[in-house]
């Protein structure tokens, strides 16, 4: 999925080395350029580009409803990656809408535009609180037992299989202390920017603990890589478990967001497209 991004913006940043001149055009000189007639939203391009990027929207809507309702897609594949393919296609489809619309906007489809902009932007904010369940290898989300059972298990594992160093299992202990005391001391809304800030910086200080424990312990790096790993685990869940019940409401009051919006979407669409089609395409002339 990251390679298919990769790619997907190559090939925006591709067409707009193009064309990209015209979309910083003052409305008023647009008309002048000759790529006028095939970007404007009711030209050739500008026209395709709109029918695609709705088809795209949508396509990415109903997959991802249909692996969670429809019975023959259920267990057909983690939901983390139909979720993953669902973010991209609604991430592509509105990028698609707005080089449909050369950056003018008016009536139904300004409205239209900004819910999809709104959803598409919900939408990666919910990918990111979908993150803080833990889930199995499938994509179901973990009970509250299992959930102790596997932080049980990286706990015994890292006592049993690394006791040949115990002044690097001590830093390993510290580090997860003073992650799970951040945590606790964080309540409600407020906690949101800090919760995130620590996945930025989490990868950040983990680094420095590997090389803390490499220059304290001189540990094969081989195993400093096995002790951070079940650090990272340990640590993990244990922010799981502390937020657990929060990010379920948050996760409820998202989706019910989330839906509103995409339903303003979809109507104030079909209102522009009833619109085009009854009194024309309006020229930006």
Excluded at 61 to 85: C, D, E, H
Excluded at 210 to 230: F, N, S, T
Aim: net charge positive.
């Amino acid at each position: 999925m990251l390679l298919l991004g990769v790619f997907t913006t190559a090939a925006i940043i591709a067409y707009l080395s193009q064309v990209g001149r015209y979309y910083l055009l003052p409305l008023w000189e647009r008309p002048d350029s000759p790529l006028h007639r095939a970007l404007q939203p009711s030209g050739s391009v500008g026209h395709r580009l709109g029918i695609a990027g709705t088809a795209i929207v949508i396509v990415g809507v109903m997959i991802y409803s249909g692996r969670k309702r429809i019975a023959f897609m259920q267990g057909k594949g983690p939901m983390r990656t139909w979720l993953n393919v669902h973010i991209y296609l609604c991430l592509v489809g509105p990028t698609l809408v707005l080089l449909h619309s050369a950056l003018k906007f008016g009536g139904f489809a300004a409205w239209s535009f900004w819910s999809m902009a709104i959803v598409a932007g919900s939408g990666i904010a919910g990918r990111w609180i979908y993150q803080q369940f833990p889930r199995t290898i499938r994509g179901q989300e973990m009970t509250l037992e299992e959930i102790r059972a596997e932080q049980a298990a990286a706990r015994e594992l890292l006592e049993r299989v690394h006791t040949q160093a115990p002044r690097a299992l001590a830093a390993a202990d510290a580090f997860a202390a003073a992650s799970v005391a951040r945590f606790k001391a964080m309540h409600g809304l407020f906690a949101l920017p800090r919760l995130f800030l620590d996945d930025v910086l989490r990868p950040f200080r983990l680094a420095a603990l590997r090389r803390r424990l490499r220059r304290q312990g001189r540990l094969p790096r081989r195993e400093v890589g096995a002790i951070i790993g079940l650090v990272r685990t340990q640590v993990t869940i244990a922010r799981r478990m502390a937020f657990l019940d929060f990010f379920r409401r948050l996760f409820l009051y998202w989706h019910v967001t989330h839906l509103i919006f995409f339903v303003a979407m979809f109507v104030l669409l079909v209102l522009h497209v009833g619109a085009a089609v009854m009194f024309g395409a309006v020229s930006v002339r």
